[in-house]
């Protein structure tokens, strides 16, 4: 099956600063990559996804880039402010239907 | 339109009781998931079910059960609690993958979660 990689665990920046999670997997069939934010206490929500006939996708202050070649993508924030602190989850869908393979997560902490 | 909801929301249980945790939601999603959220492990997968009358197994399914007997609802049951199983379980639900082709949304959307410790 599919084995996604997510690094830095923890990441701390300033205020207004960007901030860069990366991830890797494995199965080379995977065609979808999502990335879900979850704020303490509360459920994970999708923030940006992007297939895998696109290498990069934007929405606001996120973006997403995708190499197929290197089997890695990531996220990218810029002017990080306090909210978005929360932890991060890229994940992957493999050849199985439908099933999401995730990654363990990297805690944001943006100092205001 | 409700989402994804689950319950109960907490729930504490003595080693080697059973309970059985509901989801239900109401977007008429063929996909369903079970998971389970542990401090640096992220979510794992338990079981997940492409439609009504069938489930798979996931990552971590041992001992746990699963039923979806009707499309819009997933049980999961711990028959035999243990304390490693004290863990948030998180259900979501989605579209089946043949609707990317035809250019469906691919989100899986998540209920609030259930707490569950097991003592």
């Known amino acids: 099956g599919e084995n996604v990689e997510q690094h830095p665990s923890t990441l701390s920046v300033q205020e207004g600063d960007s901030a860069v999670i990366k991830c890797t997997y494995s199965d080379s069939a995977s065609n979808y990559f999502p990335w879900y934010k979850q704020e303490l206490g509360k459920r994970p929500q999708l923030i940006i996804d992007?297939?895998?006939?696109?290498g990069e996708k934007k929405d606001q202050r996120i973006a997403v880039t995708l190499n197929k070649t290197a089997k890695h993508f990531s996220l990218h924030i810029t002017e990080t402010q306090p909210e978005d602190s929360a932890v991060y989850f890229c994940?992957?869908?493999?050849?199985?239907?439908?099933?999401?393979?995730f990654g363990r997560g990297t805690q944001l902490t943006v100092w205001p | 339109n409700a989402g994804v909801t689950q319950t109960p929301k907490f729930r504490v249980l003595k080693t080697g009781q059973s309970m059985t945790l509901l989801c239900a939601q109401d977007?008429?999603?063929?996909?369903m998931y079970w998971y389970r959220q542990d401090p640096g492990m992220g979510l794992r997968l338990i079981h997940y079910?492409?439609?009504?009358?069938?489930?798979a197994k996931g990552e971590v399914p041992d001992g746990y059960n699963v039923s979806r007997l009707k499309k819009q609802n997933f049980l999961l049951g711990l028959e035999s609690a243990a304390p490693s199983q004290t863990s948030v379980y998180f259900c979501?639900?989605?579209?089946?993958?043949?609707?990317?082709?035809?250019?469906?949304?691919?989100?899986?959307?998540f209920g609030p979660g259930t707490r569950l410790t097991v003592l």
């Open positions: 994940a992957a869908r493999g050849s199985t239907l439908g099933r999401l393979y």
């Open positions: 992007i297939r895998s006939n696109v």
């Open positions: 977007m008429n999603h063929e996909y």
């Open positions: 079910s492409v439609g009504e009358g069938t489930t």
């Open positions: 979501a639900s989605s579209f089946p993958r043949v609707s990317l082709l035809a250019g469906g949304h691919n989100e899986q959307f």
